[in-house]
């Protein structure tokens, strides 16, 4: 058998600011991986291909790799040429606005993904690319909410809680055997009922709806003030490209409004800041910068403009 794991490093235990402390991290991350491999391999697990599927896939340290082990870099370069019999999903975390540690489904611009209406993470996502793929994911593991997505389409897969942002400190010696004892559970599921169906149109949301203008004229499709793709697997395959429209169009925003808060901030010096909280504008004032779209803008500009108008 060939396994694949699939793995995130929020909702990998102990894992804290991954981003402040990379060495350390990096170390926790490979820590739990390699409880994933030798539990697979006690299973007679023959091979073993391990994608880090965290921003770089540069988290996971080479020691795991082995004759039996290989490790590859973010999902794009799975070789799909290789049949594997099944994958394990580690370490994931809730979707975007969700109770979770480190919640957010895929990017921090995306609101929601959703099939229908139906909101998805990343768990269910890549479920479903897997499965257009002919592959079962029979385990997912990671932050309660992770769990609780992946059996909302499959109640059959096997999952693991190993973290909920309630708990602040983890036993990760316990959680380990929990781990361990969970792919025991799941090797002896019916793979072929863990495989999900790829066939619904899948639609992203963002934070900033300007953003659906803009990737309209770079060729996207959309529909209800969402992008609309074919299903999930249509949505990985184009998921950097779409990406690197994002970091682009999110620098023009940051620039443009930047420079638009300025000129704000002269205006408002004409008046009290009662007067401006007066005007429930300061929510939108706090947005981020890059979500601050033309619609905010406008009611920001008619709420100064009446306040000048007002009198004294």
């Given at each position: 058998m060939h396994g694949l794991i699939l793995a995130d490093i929020e909702g990998i235990v102990g894992i804290e600011n991954f981003l402040d402390d990379v060495k350390n991290s990096k170390e926790i991350y490979t820590r739990e991986i390699e409880v994933y491999i030798n539990a697979?391999?006690?299973?007679?697990?023959?091979k073993i291909t391990v994608c880090d599927s965290h921003s770089k896939g540069d988290m996971i340290l080479p020691r795991v790799i082995s004759n039996k082990v290989n490790l590859v870099s973010r999902t794009e370069n799975i070789s799909f040429d290789i049949n594997y019999d099944f994958a394990i999903m580690v370490g994931y975390h809730g979707m975007s606005e969700s109770p979770g540690i480190f919640p957010h489904t895929l990017r921090f611009d995306f609101k929601h993904i959703r099939i229908g209406e139906i909101p998805i993470g990343e768990v269910e996502l890549y479920s479903r690319w897997l499965g257009h793929h002919g592959i079962p994911v029979i385990l997912v593991t990671g932050?309660?909410?992770?769990?609780?997505?992946?059996?909302?389409?499959?109640?059959?897969?096997?999952?693991?809680?190993?973290?909920?942002?309630?708990?602040?400190?983890?036993?990760?010696?316990?959680?380990y055997r929990k781990l361990s004892l969970s792919v025991d559970m799941a090797m002896q599921l019916d793979k072929n009922k863990c495989l999900s169906i790829?066939?619904?149109?899948?639609?992203?949301?963002?934070?900033?709806p300007d953003n659906i203008g803009t990737l309209e004229t770079e060729g996207y499709k959309s529909k209800n003030g969402r992008?609309?793709?074919?299903?999930?697997?249509?949505?990985?395959?184009?998921?950097?490209?779409?990406?690197?429209s994002m970091?682009?169009?999110?620098?023009?925003?940051?620039?443009i409004n930047s420079e638009f808060l300025k000129n704000i901030r002269e205006l408002a010096k004409n008046f009290s800041r009662e007067?401006?909280?007066?005007?429930?504008?300061?929510?939108?004032?706090?947005?981020?910068?890059?979500?601050?779209?033309?619609?905010?803008?406008?009611?920001?500009?008619?709420?100064?403009?009446?306040?000048?108008f007002q009198p004294k």
């Open positions: 697979l391999l006690r299973n007679d697990v023959k932050d309660r909410e992770a769990t609780y997505e992946a059996n909302c389409f499959n109640a059959y897969r096997n999952t693991c809680c190993s973290r909920s942002k309630f708990v602040k400190k983890e036993d990760a010696g316990l959680i790829d066939d619904d149109e899948t639609s992203i949301e963002f934070y900033n992008l609309i793709f074919k299903n999930c697997t249509d949505i990985v395959s184009h998921i950097f490209s779409l990406v690197e970091n682009r169009i999110n620098a023009h925003y940051l620039e007067d401006v909280e007066k005007t429930n504008i300061m929510p939108l004032l706090r947005k981020n910068l890059m979500f601050l779209d033309e619609e905010s803008k406008k009611e920001i500009m008619s709420a100064l403009q009446k306040l000048a």
